[in-house]
């Protein structure tokens, strides 16, 4: 997966934005919470919210480490994009998707 096609993803899911923060981000928001996070420089690094009981596991991969800042509330930051296939990109980008929007007010649900 690259940074277009990541963009692509991110942005099919329902109700999700994109916002560059830190003047170097872009992140992508449910209801103003992120789910994804990339640098707009090569390589591809990405950052997801990833199922508690996945985490210390993932995190043992190579090109794989705690996400700075974030890593306390079970964050990965991928250093290496080509630990994934593209079917296991998708599927961690809508787990994170997925994972924020279910902590998210029922009135912010209501408006997305």
Do not use: H
């Given at each position: 997966?690259n940074i277009?096609e990541?963009r692509?993803f991110?942005?099919?899911?329902?109700?999700?934005t994109?916002d560059?923060?830190w003047?170097?981000?872009?992140?992508?928001?449910?209801?103003?919470?992120?789910f994804c996070v990339?640098?707009?420089n090569p390589?591809?690094k990405v950052?997801?919210?990833v199922r508690?009981?996945?985490?210390?596991e993932l995190?043992?991969?190579?090109?794989?480490?705690?996400?700075?800042y974030t890593g306390?509330?079970?964050w990965?930051?991928i250093?290496d994009a080509?630990v994934?296939?593209?079917?296991?990109?998708k599927h961690?980008i809508?787990?994170?998707?997925e994972?924020v929007?279910?902590?998210?007010?029922?009135?912010?649900?209501?408006?997305?």
């Open positions: 997966m277009e990541l692509k991110c942005l099919s899911q329902k109700g999700a994109e560059v923060k003047g170097a981000d872009l992140c992508f928001c449910i209801g103003g919470k992120m990339t640098g707009f390589p591809m950052s997801v919210k508690d009981e996945e985490f210390d995190c043992s991969r190579e090109g794989i480490i705690i996400a700075p306390r509330y079970k990965i930051y250093e080509n994934f296939s593209d079917k296991e990109w961690y809508q787990q994170s998707y994972l929007k279910a902590k998210l007010p029922k009135k912010v649900l209501a408006g997305i």
